[in-house]
Protein backbone atom coordinates (compact mmCIF):
# COMPACT_ATOMS: atom_id res chain seq x y z
CA UNK A 1 0.00 0.00 0.00
CA UNK A 2 1.09 3.41 -1.15
CA UNK A 3 1.90 5.95 1.81
CA UNK A 4 -1.18 8.17 0.17
CA UNK A 5 -3.72 5.12 0.52
CA UNK A 6 -2.54 4.58 4.29
CA UNK A 7 -3.11 8.22 5.12
CA UNK A 8 -6.40 8.14 3.33
CA UNK A 9 -7.37 4.74 5.62
CA UNK A 10 -6.57 5.86 8.20
CA UNK A 11 -8.62 9.73 7.78
CA UNK A 12 -11.18 7.28 6.87
CA UNK A 13 -11.18 5.08 9.75
CA UNK A 14 -10.97 8.12 11.80
CA UNK A 15 -14.18 9.93 10.27
CA UNK A 16 -15.48 6.35 10.99
CA UNK A 17 -15.39 7.12 14.83
CA UNK A 18 -17.07 10.58 14.39
CA UNK A 19 -13.91 12.30 14.24
CA UNK A 20 -15.00 15.06 11.53
CA UNK A 21 -14.02 18.48 10.34
CA UNK A 22 -11.65 19.19 13.66
CA UNK A 23 -10.18 22.57 13.39
CA UNK A 24 -6.96 22.29 15.66
CA UNK A 25 -4.09 19.37 16.05
CA UNK A 26 -2.16 19.40 19.46
CA UNK A 27 0.49 17.26 19.62
CA UNK A 28 1.37 16.61 23.36
CA UNK A 29 5.44 15.84 24.06
CA UNK A 30 6.73 14.16 27.12
CA UNK A 31 4.61 14.65 30.51
CA UNK A 32 2.19 17.24 28.67
CA UNK A 33 -0.75 15.89 27.93
CA UNK A 34 -2.80 17.38 30.59
CA UNK A 35 -4.45 19.76 28.01
CA UNK A 36 -6.10 16.22 26.36
CA UNK A 37 -8.03 16.09 29.59
CA UNK A 38 -10.03 19.34 29.48
CA UNK A 39 -11.48 17.83 26.15
CA UNK A 40 -15.58 17.80 25.97
CA UNK A 41 -17.40 15.43 24.24
CA UNK A 42 -14.36 13.33 23.89
CA UNK A 43 -13.92 10.91 21.09
CA UNK A 44 -10.56 8.64 22.30
CA UNK A 45 -9.20 5.73 20.68
CA UNK A 46 -6.21 4.00 22.08
CA UNK A 47 -3.44 4.16 19.26
CA UNK A 48 -3.46 -0.25 19.04
CA UNK A 49 -7.33 0.71 17.11
CA UNK A 50 -5.46 2.97 14.58
CA UNK A 51 -4.01 1.28 10.98
CA UNK A 52 -1.01 2.61 9.96
CA UNK A 53 -0.53 4.58 13.38
CA UNK A 54 2.65 3.76 15.22
CA UNK A 55 2.83 2.78 19.29
CA UNK A 56 3.99 4.92 21.76
CA UNK A 57 7.19 3.55 24.10
CA UNK A 58 8.05 5.85 25.69
CA UNK A 59 6.84 6.48 29.47
CA UNK A 60 5.32 9.72 29.55
CA UNK A 61 3.42 9.49 26.26
CA UNK A 62 0.07 7.67 26.82
CA UNK A 63 -0.92 6.77 23.65
CA UNK A 64 -3.95 7.82 22.71
CA UNK A 65 -5.86 9.87 20.09
CA UNK A 66 -8.55 12.30 21.49
CA UNK A 67 -11.38 14.15 19.30
CA UNK A 68 -13.78 16.79 21.10
CA UNK A 69 -14.59 20.19 21.94
CA UNK A 70 -11.64 22.85 23.52
CA UNK A 71 -12.64 25.97 23.90
CA UNK A 72 -15.80 25.66 21.64
CA UNK A 73 -13.44 24.38 18.95
CA UNK A 74 -13.03 21.05 17.30
CA UNK A 75 -9.55 19.77 18.21
CA UNK A 76 -7.70 16.89 17.57
CA UNK A 77 -4.96 15.74 20.08
CA UNK A 78 -2.18 13.63 20.12
CA UNK A 79 -1.17 12.18 23.49
CA UNK A 80 2.20 11.01 22.99
CA UNK A 81 4.05 11.45 19.68
CA UNK A 82 6.40 8.96 17.52
CA UNK A 83 10.54 9.10 18.07
CA UNK A 84 13.12 9.03 15.18
CA UNK A 85 15.07 7.14 18.59
CA UNK A 86 11.81 4.27 18.85
CA UNK A 87 13.04 2.93 15.92
CA UNK A 88 10.36 4.24 13.40
CA UNK A 89 11.20 6.04 10.19
CA UNK A 90 10.83 9.52 9.19
CA UNK A 91 7.81 8.94 7.45
CA UNK A 92 5.54 7.07 10.21
CA UNK A 93 6.97 10.15 12.50
CA UNK A 94 5.24 12.40 10.40
CA UNK A 95 2.15 9.95 9.50
CA UNK A 96 -0.23 11.88 11.98
CA UNK A 97 0.52 15.31 10.68
CA UNK A 98 -0.74 13.65 7.07
CA UNK A 99 -3.48 12.70 8.53
CA UNK A 100 -4.49 15.89 10.24
CA UNK A 101 -3.89 17.40 6.56
CA UNK A 102 -6.29 15.25 5.74
CA UNK A 103 -8.99 15.71 8.22
CA UNK A 104 -8.64 19.33 7.77
CA UNK A 105 -6.66 20.59 10.18
CA UNK A 106 -5.32 23.89 9.36
CA UNK A 107 -3.43 25.29 12.67
CA UNK A 108 -0.69 22.70 14.68
CA UNK A 109 0.03 23.22 17.75
CA UNK A 110 3.33 21.17 18.98
CA UNK A 111 5.07 20.63 22.62
CA UNK A 112 8.03 19.33 23.45
CA UNK A 113 10.68 18.83 26.41
CA UNK A 114 13.98 20.29 25.70
CA UNK A 115 17.45 21.25 27.45
CA UNK A 116 18.00 24.79 27.75
CA UNK A 117 21.24 26.07 26.41
CA UNK A 118 20.67 29.62 27.15
CA UNK A 119 21.95 31.08 30.18
CA UNK A 120 18.85 33.27 30.89
CA UNK A 121 16.64 30.00 30.82
CA UNK A 122 16.01 28.66 34.21
CA UNK A 123 14.21 24.87 34.43
CA UNK A 124 10.58 25.15 34.41
CA UNK A 125 10.59 28.08 31.76
CA UNK A 126 8.15 28.27 28.71
CA UNK A 127 9.84 28.95 25.38
CA UNK A 128 7.66 29.73 22.44
CA UNK A 129 9.84 28.41 19.37
CA UNK A 130 10.15 31.03 16.93
CA UNK A 131 12.57 28.90 14.73
CA UNK A 132 14.66 25.14 14.61
CA UNK A 133 17.64 23.90 13.23
CA UNK A 134 16.96 19.95 11.80
CA UNK A 135 20.00 18.21 13.08
CA UNK A 136 18.24 14.70 12.40
CA UNK A 137 20.32 12.34 10.27
CA UNK A 138 17.13 12.19 8.13
CA UNK A 139 14.37 14.51 6.36
CA UNK A 140 11.38 13.99 6.63
CA UNK A 141 10.71 14.85 2.95
CA UNK A 142 13.04 12.44 1.88
CA UNK A 143 12.00 10.38 -1.16
CA UNK A 144 9.34 10.88 -3.89
CA UNK A 145 7.23 14.09 -3.28
CA UNK A 146 3.67 13.85 -1.53
CA UNK A 147 1.59 16.35 -3.83
CA UNK A 148 0.13 18.51 -0.06
CA UNK A 149 2.85 20.85 -1.47
CA UNK A 150 5.81 21.46 -3.13
CA UNK A 151 8.93 19.82 -3.75
CA UNK A 152 10.81 22.49 -2.26
CA UNK A 153 8.43 24.09 1.02
CA UNK A 154 9.98 27.66 2.12
CA UNK A 155 10.79 27.71 5.85
CA UNK A 156 11.12 31.52 6.39
CA UNK A 157 8.37 31.13 9.08
CA UNK A 158 7.80 27.71 9.71
CA UNK A 159 6.01 29.18 12.89
CA UNK A 160 3.90 31.47 12.67
CA UNK A 161 4.16 34.92 13.68
CA UNK A 162 0.98 35.77 13.94
CA UNK A 163 0.20 32.88 16.60
CA UNK A 164 3.42 33.37 18.20
CA UNK A 165 2.23 37.63 18.61
CA UNK A 166 -0.99 35.95 19.94
CA UNK A 167 0.84 33.76 22.76
CA UNK A 168 3.00 36.41 23.76
CA UNK A 169 0.03 38.59 24.21
CA UNK A 170 -1.80 36.31 26.33
CA UNK A 171 1.15 35.02 28.41
CA UNK A 172 1.13 39.46 28.69
CA UNK A 173 -2.33 39.41 30.26
CA UNK A 174 -2.11 35.96 32.37
CA UNK A 175 1.53 36.95 34.27
CA UNK A 176 2.92 34.11 32.54
CA UNK A 177 6.74 34.25 31.91
CA UNK A 178 7.50 33.04 28.46
CA UNK A 179 10.83 32.92 27.04
CA UNK A 180 11.49 32.89 22.73
CA UNK A 181 14.25 30.99 20.88
CA UNK A 182 15.12 28.81 18.74
CA UNK A 183 15.16 24.61 19.22
CA UNK A 184 17.13 22.62 17.63
CA UNK A 185 16.10 18.83 16.52
CA UNK A 186 18.55 15.53 17.09
CA UNK A 187 18.09 12.14 16.95
CA UNK A 188 18.62 10.94 20.76
CA UNK A 189 17.85 9.11 22.72
CA UNK A 190 21.00 9.94 24.73
CA UNK A 191 20.62 13.25 26.19
CA UNK A 192 23.43 15.52 25.20
CA UNK A 193 27.16 16.28 26.58
CA UNK A 194 28.55 19.23 28.11
CA UNK A 195 30.51 19.66 24.57
CA UNK A 196 27.17 19.02 22.24
CA UNK A 197 25.18 22.06 24.37
CA UNK A 198 28.51 23.92 24.33
CA UNK A 199 28.20 23.45 20.42
CA UNK A 200 24.38 23.67 19.65
CA UNK A 201 24.33 26.81 21.61
CA UNK A 202 27.26 28.42 19.56
CA UNK A 203 25.05 27.04 16.07
CA UNK A 204 22.34 29.33 17.53
CA UNK A 205 20.16 26.77 19.34
CA UNK A 206 18.46 27.90 22.75
CA UNK A 207 16.86 24.43 23.50
CA UNK A 208 17.77 21.01 22.61
CA UNK A 209 15.14 18.19 22.37
CA UNK A 210 14.40 14.85 20.32
CA UNK A 211 11.29 15.73 18.80
CA UNK A 212 9.23 18.28 16.85
CA UNK A 213 10.69 19.53 14.10
CA UNK A 214 10.01 16.47 11.68
CA UNK A 215 6.57 17.33 12.26
CA UNK A 216 7.08 20.83 11.43
CA UNK A 217 8.42 20.36 8.45
CA UNK A 218 5.93 18.39 7.36
CA UNK A 219 3.30 19.90 8.60
CA UNK A 220 4.94 22.99 6.94
CA UNK A 221 4.41 21.19 3.35
CA UNK A 222 1.09 20.15 3.94
CA UNK A 223 0.21 24.21 4.15
CA UNK A 224 -0.71 23.98 8.37
CA UNK A 225 0.40 26.52 10.51
CA UNK A 226 2.59 25.93 13.31
CA UNK A 227 2.70 27.55 16.91
CA UNK A 228 5.57 25.38 19.11
CA UNK A 229 6.37 25.43 22.84
CA UNK A 230 9.29 24.32 24.80
CA UNK A 231 8.92 23.59 28.29
CA UNK A 232 12.80 23.61 29.28
CA UNK A 233 13.32 20.74 31.73
CA UNK A 234 16.97 20.94 32.23
CA UNK A 235 19.88 22.88 31.64
CA UNK A 236 22.67 22.51 29.31
CA UNK A 237 24.75 25.76 30.56
CA UNK A 238 28.04 25.42 31.64
CA UNK A 239 28.50 25.34 35.09
CA UNK A 240 24.39 24.38 35.38
CA UNK A 241 24.97 21.13 33.96
CA UNK A 242 24.22 18.12 35.83
CA UNK A 243 23.67 14.48 35.28
CA UNK A 244 19.81 14.48 34.13
CA UNK A 245 17.14 11.28 33.76
CA UNK A 246 13.55 10.98 32.06
CA UNK A 247 12.15 10.85 35.77
CA UNK A 248 13.40 14.27 36.24
CA UNK A 249 12.38 15.78 32.59
CA UNK A 250 8.57 14.04 33.24
CA UNK A 251 8.57 15.71 36.83
CA UNK A 252 9.81 19.61 35.31
CA UNK A 253 7.39 18.93 32.18
CA UNK A 254 4.15 18.37 34.52
CA UNK A 255 4.98 21.47 36.52
CA UNK A 256 5.28 23.41 33.52
CA UNK A 257 2.13 22.46 32.05
CA UNK A 258 -0.79 24.58 33.77
CA UNK A 259 1.02 27.49 32.27
CA UNK A 260 1.62 26.01 28.70
CA UNK A 261 -2.17 24.83 28.73
CA UNK A 262 -3.64 28.23 29.44
CA UNK A 263 -1.94 29.43 27.00
CA UNK A 264 -2.97 27.33 24.46
CA UNK A 265 -6.69 27.03 25.35
CA UNK A 266 -6.95 30.87 25.28
CA UNK A 267 -5.30 30.78 21.82
CA UNK A 268 -7.60 28.39 20.57
CA UNK A 269 -10.36 30.11 21.80
CA UNK A 270 -9.27 33.69 20.50
CA UNK A 271 -8.11 32.47 16.95
Given at each position: MTLLA???????????????????????????????????????????????????????????????????????????????????????????????????????????????????????????????????????????????????????????????DKALEIAKEKGIKVQQGVYIGTQGPTFETPAEYKMFHILGADAVGMSTVPEVIVANHCGIKVFGVSVITDLGVEGKIVEVSHEEVQKAADEAQPRMTTIMREMINRI
Open positions: KINETAAFLKGKGMEAPEFGLILGSGLGELAEEIENAVVVDYSEIPNWGRSTVVGHAGKLVYGDLAGRKVLALQGRFHFYEGYSMKEVTFPVRVMRELGIKTLFVSNAAGGTNADFEIGDLMIIRDHINFFPEHPLHGKNIEYGPRFPDMSEAYSKELI
